[in-house]
């Protein structure tokens, strides 16, 4: 590095220390050390869901080639996770995948950096990373938006990335789920027949639905509808697909009692039993980090 470079990662150093003693400017670092992230620089294996947490929060994701590192002292860092470095990272960036087009070419950030049981951090400089991140307070400062979201810049990985981003803002997509609504159960006019209808609540407030069919002899059908009508093509989602993701990391365990509390005893209980069927279908979420 150059004394004229390192006298201006200095100065950009010093206005972001400043900034990061701020909780309310810098929240992803700003946090209780009781959080557990992975001790790896830019964690590997991310399952879907692990994915999409960063890529749905992230209004800045960025391919970055970085430049220059500099560690900062404990009585600069703050509070830091244990087994981690804070580092002040200058990094060129090599493509913007999500966000503003007037992003500076060269960006600098901070990033808690795991280190080996010999105190060492990795090999950072000319690594090629993505970011998941937002926009500071100049166009060349951006923030991680969790200690984590820096992630290897491998093809497999910018193809995934760019991937999830695509049925993140694709026409029609699927809303963030925020809750269950009303739940409605119809018994058949045969035992062991009967239909459950359950209302999902989202965010923006675009209607899903869940319906359930039950036939003698047959095992429970049901799916999944985005709109008002459930129609016959309706179908359970992909799993590894936007939908999954948004049902199986956002519906409870459970059918509360709230969503039944129209029901007779018997019908609430096969509308739980019926809820149950899809929980089970859905499988586990496959979050191996907190979500940003």
Known sequence: MTMKSATRLTRFGLACLISAASPAVFPAFAQNEKVVT????????LSYADMVDLADKAPLVAHV??????ALKPVQAGIVPSGHKRLFVEADV????????GISPIVTYLYDAPIDARGKIPKLKKAQVILFARPGN??????????????????????????????????????????????????????????TQIFLRTENG???SLSILRR??????????????????ARPPEPGSLLWYRMACSLPGS??????????????EAARADYAVVIAALGSCGRTRPPA
């Open 38 to 45: 992975k001790p790896s620089f830019g964690p590997a294996g």
């Open 65 to 70: 080639r970085i430049r220059n590192i500099i």
């Open 94 to 101: 090599a493509g913007l995948i999500r966000g503003d087009a």
């Open 138 to 195: 100049r166009p060349s400062e951006i923030q991680l938006i969790a200690p984590d979201a820096q992630i290897p810049a491998t093809p497999a990985e910018v193809d995934r990335v760019k991937a999830v981003l695509s049925a993140l803002v694709a026409p029609g997509a699927p809303p963030r789920i925020i809750g269950l609504g009303d739940a409605f159960h119809v018994a058949g006019t045969i035992a062991g027949e009967g239909e």
């Open 206 to 208: 675009d209607p899903v």
């Open 216 to 233: 003698p002899g047959q095992a429970p059908h049901w799916a999944v509808a985005l709109g008002e009508i459930m129609d016959e093509a």
């Open 255 to 268: 059918l509360p009692a709230r969503s039944v509390r129209t029901l007779s005893v018997q019908d609430a």
